[in-house]
T-cell receptor, first 115, second 115 residues
């Protein structure tokens, strides 16, 4: 069994400020973790992923996330927010290897960037 | 990289109409496709998994006769919403598993509006 909890359905930050989107997971096997971004009426775009190895992963558009096993967390950060970062962000977990494994998504966090 | 093409992007039709959504894997073969449904301001919920050459696997609570899935070839999966009603209005997204440890590849989604 696996699940994802995203704390905060809405997050507002000022342009240039730090972005922090929280994600906690549970998984009965070593997890594969993902962050996706979704713009209105569009599909999901992969920001970054953690499978194995280095726990700090860097993604596109300046985002990064750190896998912390002891805290079962995979928070998404970006040092300086841009207006173009305004979107919905989903954390997701997959139970281990194999692309055919089901993916469970969090409920999403809508990021608002204030000029 | 691998791309999934979903068509149409938007459908508006009258109640009682059946609507077909296509999902194609471009430049790669997908023996499995995932179909998700996303209600406004909510996360993606897996509806079913289509399998080329065999019956689709539906998640609990999803009506098989309502949401017909056909995986006609290694590059095409279709979802038909039969006799659609306003409560079927939603955003439908398909995805194909990635190879090995790679994440899923998502289509751009279909916005279905039933009047």
């Amino acid at each position: 069994a696996q699940s994802v909890t995203q704390l905060g359905s809405h997050v507002s930050v000022s342009e240039g400020a730090l972005v922090l989107l929280r994600c906690n997971y549970s998984s009965s096997v070593p997890p594969y973790l993902f962050w996706y971004v979704q713009y209105p009426n569009q599909g999901l775009q992969l920001l970054l992923k953690y499978t194995t190895g280095a726990t700090l992963v860097k993604g596109i558009n300046g985002f990064e996330a750190e896998f912390k096993k002891s805290e079962t967390s995979f928070h998404l950060t970006k040092p300086s927010a841009h207006m173009s970062d305004a979107a919905e962000y989903f954390c997701a977990v997959r139970g281990g290897t194999g692309g055919y494994q089901k993916v469970t998504f969090g409920t999403g966090t809508k990021l608002q960037v204030i000029p | 990289g691998a791309v999934v093409s979903q068509h149409p992007s938007r459908v508006i039709c009258k109640s009682g109409t059946s609507v077909k959504i296509e999902c194609r894997s471009l430049d790669f073969q997908a023996t499995t496709m995932f179909w998700y449904r996303q209600f406004p301001k909510q996360s993606l919920m897996l509806m079913a998994t289509s399998n080329e050459g065999s019956k689709a696997t539906y998640e609990q609570g999803v009506e098989k006769d309502k949401f017909l899935i056909n995986h006609a070839s290694l590059t095409l999966s279709t979802l038909t919403v039969t006799s659609a009603h306003p409560e079927d209005s939603s955003f439908y997204i398909c995805s194909a598993p990635g190879q090995g440890d790679q994440p899923q590849h998502f289509g751009d989604g279909t916005r279905l509006s039933i009047l």
